[in-house]
């Protein structure tokens, strides 16, 4: 079974400014994808950025990106020129590759970061 | 086009009763995903529903079960409701039966068991 594991309950960061993420899992897998999801208070599950394990290239979407380390099993965010929006719970997931594997998330606990004005 | 709707928005039940959430996928998917969210924490997966059948399920007890009709909506039934049941309950929908890494999310049912 896949684990993902979030060290970090809480971070702050100042509007502008850059935040890191943590994330590890454990997997035996060698097919998968790695995802960060946003949550913000109205409680609506984001997608903001995906990773495929095959993948070298770390991924970007605009202000997030992420540091991917297969070999460390680690995939972490990071957030630039954070923005009060960006206030929410994000979540870490894996989910294993495959066309028979079907499609299930496996989510870390969440971590707060309040951007602070 | 319509993203995953849930329904109803908030719920709260006693000790021992039954319950029946409801999601509509997005247009296009036929596959659904039910994740049960406790408080301060991540989603955890209960079971998938393709072609009417549970394909897929978490460790998740029996009074747990879904179905899913022939327009790809589904239901969660959840039967002697406990404390311990109250969550924020999400749907999430796929095209492809599932066989994508896309996973769309409604916005939730918060189940609140007195």
């Known amino acids: 079974a896949q684990t993902v594991t979030q060290s970090q309950p809480e971070m702050s960061v100042q509007e502008a400014e850059t935040v890191t993420l943590s994330c590890t899992y454990d997997?035996?897998?060698?097919?998968?994808?790695l995802f960060w999801y946003k949550q913000p208070p109205s409680r609506q599950m984001i997608l903001v950025i995906r990773?495929?394990?095959?993948?070298?290239q770390n991924a970007t979407e605009n202000r997030f990106s992420v540091n991917f380390q297969k070999a460390a099993k680690s995939f972490s965010l990071k957030i630039s020129d954070s923005q009060l929006g960006d206030t929410a719970m994000y979540f870490c997931?894996?989910?294993?590759?495959?066309?028979?594997?079907?499609?299930?998330?496996?989510f870390g606990g969440g971590t707060r970061v309040l951007v602070k004005p | 086009d319509a993203g995953v709707t849930q329904s109803p928005t908030h719920l709260i039940k006693t000790r021992g009763q039954q319950v029946t959430l409801r999601c509509s996928p997005k247009?296009?998917?036929?596959?659904v995903s039910w994740y049960q969210q406790a408080l301060g924490q991540g989603p955890q997966f209960i079971f998938q529903y393709y072609e009417e059948e549970e394909r897929q399920r978490g460790n998740f007890p029996d009074r747990f079960s879904g179905h899913q009709f022939p327009n790809y909506s589904s239901e969660l039934n959840v039967n002697a409701l406990l404390l311990g049941d109250s969550a924020l309950y999400l749907c999430?929908?796929?095209?492809?039966?599932?066989?994508?890494?896309?996973?769309?999310f409604g916005p939730g049912t918060r189940l609140t068991v007195l």
């Open positions: 997931a894996f989910m294993k590759g495959g066309q028979a594997a079907g499609n299930k998330l496996t």
């Open positions: 997997t035996s897998e060698n097919n998968y994808y």
């Open positions: 999430a929908s796929s095209p492809q039966g599932g066989k994508t890494d896309t996973q769309y």
């Open positions: 247009s296009g998917h036929d596959t």
């Open positions: 990773q495929e394990a095959y993948k070298q």
